[in-house]
C-alpha cells in the first residue's frame, strides 16, 4: 500500500491500479443494468403473457356466455314449440270431444224419433184393431137386427095363420049351422 492512496485505489502485487478497479466497477455496473434490464424485459414479458392469457380467458368466457345465451335462446324456442304443440293437442281433443258429444246427443235424438215412431205405429195398431172391433160389433148389431126382423116375421106369419086358422074355424061351424 501507498500512504495516501490507502482505500482509493487497488493494490496488485506491489502495484498500484486505479484504472483497472474502475473500469470493473464499471463492468459489474454495466452487468447490473443489464441484469435489471433483462429482469425489466422479463417482467415485461410476464406481464405481457399474463395479459395476453387474461385476454384469451375473457374472450373464452364470453365465447361461452354467449354459447350459454344460445343454449337458453334454443331451451326457449323448444319450450314454445312445445307449449304450441300442446296447446294445438288440447284443442284437438276438445274439438274431437265435441264432435262425439254431437255424435251422441244425434244418436239420442235418432233414438228418441225412432221411439216416438214406434209409439204412433202401436197407437195406429190400436186404432185400428179398436176399429175391426168396432165394425165387428156392428155388424154383429146388424146381423141380430136381422134375425129379431126375420123373427118377428115369422111371428107375424104364425099369427096371420093362426087367425086364417081360426077365420075358417068359424066359418066352418057356421056353415054347419052351429052357433059360435
Do not use: I
Amino acid at each position: 500500500m501507498v500512504p495516501g492512496w490507502a482505500g482509493v485505489c487497488g493494490v496488485s502485487e506491489g502495484h498500484v491500479d486505479c484504472g483497472h478497479q474502475e473500469q470493473q466497477e464499471q463492468q459489474e455496473q454495466q452487468q447490473e443494468q443489464e441484469q435489471e434490464q433483462q429482469q425489466e424485459q422479463q417482467q415485461q414479458q410476464e406481464q405481457q403473457q399474463q395479459q395476453e392469457q387474461e385476454q384469451e380467458q375473457q374472450q373464452e368466457q364470453e365465447q361461452q356466455q354467449e354459447q350459454e345465451q344460445e343454449q337458453e335462446q334454443q331451451q326457449e324456442q323448444q319450450q314454445e314449440q312445445e307449449q304450441e304443440q300442446q296447446q294445438e293437442q288440447q284443442q284437438e281433443q276438445e274439438q274431437q270431444q265435441e264432435q262425439e258429444q254431437e255424435q251422441e246427443q244425434q244418436q239420442e235424438q235418432e233414438q228418441q224419433q225412432q221411439q216416438e215412431q214406434e209409439q204412433q205405429q202401436e197407437q195406429e195398431q190400436e186404432q185400428e184393431q179398436e176399429q175391426e172391433q168396432q165394425q165387428e160389433q156392428e155388424q154383429q148389431q146388424q146381423q141380430e137386427q136381422e134375425q129379431q126382423q126375420e123373427q118377428e116375421q115369422e111371428q107375424e106369419q104364425e099369427q096371420e095363420q093362426q087367425q086364417e086358422q081360426e077365420q075358417e074355424q068359424e066359418q066352418g061351424s057356421c056353415s054347419k049351422g052351429l052357433k059360435p
